[in-house]
């Protein structure tokens, strides 16, 4: 990932934080949105939790063989000097070909060198049909 932006945030360095989340997680690069959060960053995940670079990436390895053509949306909602919340939707299609948005909000906590300590997520589901679909890759 190239340079973090760090605590304390502002207008502009949130706004831009959620833009490289996005643009990350889009890649649909485990390794890449990893290197994001700190070695030891602690996630809830619906029903999930984890802890650590290691399982951040081989739970975006499960996620992305089963969400096929991720696409993701997130805005900024709120911030304080180290925390960040977004509200976020994204769609994907499952291996029958039925596509889905899911939608949610996150919660955000950052270490002093700008990498995501902790990561709050709830998520809802949602079919749709494919001319339904209104986020592009």
């Not at 996630?43 to 969400?67: D, M, P, S, V, Y």
């Not at 960040?84 to 889905?100: K, L, M, P, S």
């Amino acid at each position: 990932m190239t340079t973090l932006l760090k605590p304390p945030f502002n207008s502009e360095t949130a706004a831009q934080k959620v833009a490289l989340a996005e643009a990350a997680w889009n890649s649909r690069d485990p390794e890449r949105v990893a290197l994001a959060y700190s070695p030891d960053s602690e996630w809830r995940n619906r029903t999930e939790f984890l802890r650590g670079r290691a399982e951040i990436r081989a739970f975006l390895q499960r996620k992305w063989a089963k969400e096929l053509d991720y696409t993701l949306q997130k805005t900024l909602w709120a911030f304080t000097d180290n925390r960040i919340a977004v509200t976020f939707e994204y769609e994907w299609r499952d291996g029958c070909n039925q596509w889905h948005r899911s939608y949610g909000n996150e919660l955000w906590e950052f270490d002093d060198e700008g990498l995501m300590r902790r990561r709050i997520a709830s998520i809802n589901d949602a079919p749709i049909e494919e001319k339904e679909r209104r986020l592009c890759t």
